[in-house]
């Protein structure tokens, strides 16, 4: 018995000297274990609260869409935009005011908000639409070069028959005829047959005196 309480003795001191040895960084492990849980949940609670009132201004802004009214629509797409950047809504909600603005001939302001959403937009498409729109505006300011730019960049194989039909515009724009035709026949290639769209990818063909 007295062996036992010797052992016992022995592992009591050699778990005291690691933890004179240790204790320090094992506190310090499961510190770090408990602020990286709690900052995990408080982000995600953080950013579902952020998510909920982005989408409550939405909403409102939504509201104001339906306006027509182009200064109280900006000014309901600025409050998403500047205080849920992070979120989904702000980068709709700048799209759609890009529109408008668009329409009632703001288009610097349309081109900002363009601009935002390609430097912010967290879904792919928003931005496939978003350069789609300024090639589209860039070309009306004869912009040529930038224009071409914007149609150079990556998207999905969706936009294909849209990015090339633009660019034939801007080549076409540009008297570049044969490259405008290239370009129109890739769009008409890969439009739906059942599209009324492709008919008049195929009416810009015939224009410049190619069909099929």
Known sequence: MASL???EQEQLEGMKAWWNDNGNWVLGVTLFAVIAVGGWRGWHYYQAK???EAATFYEQFNEQLATN???RINDAAAV??????GTIYAARAALAAAQV???SKAIPQAKTQLQWVLNHAAEATLKDVAHLRLASILLDEKNYADALKQLDATHPAAFDGLYADLKGDVLSAQGKNDEARIAY?????KTDARSTYRQLIQMKLDDLGAGK
């Open 5 to 7: 309480d010797l052992q």
């Open 50 to 52: 952020q998510a909920n």
């Open 69 to 71: 009214d182009a200064k």
């Open 80 to 85: 998403v935009m500047d205080k849920y950047a």
């Open 101 to 103: 603005n668009e329409q």
């Open 185 to 189: 026949q890739q769009a008409y290639d």
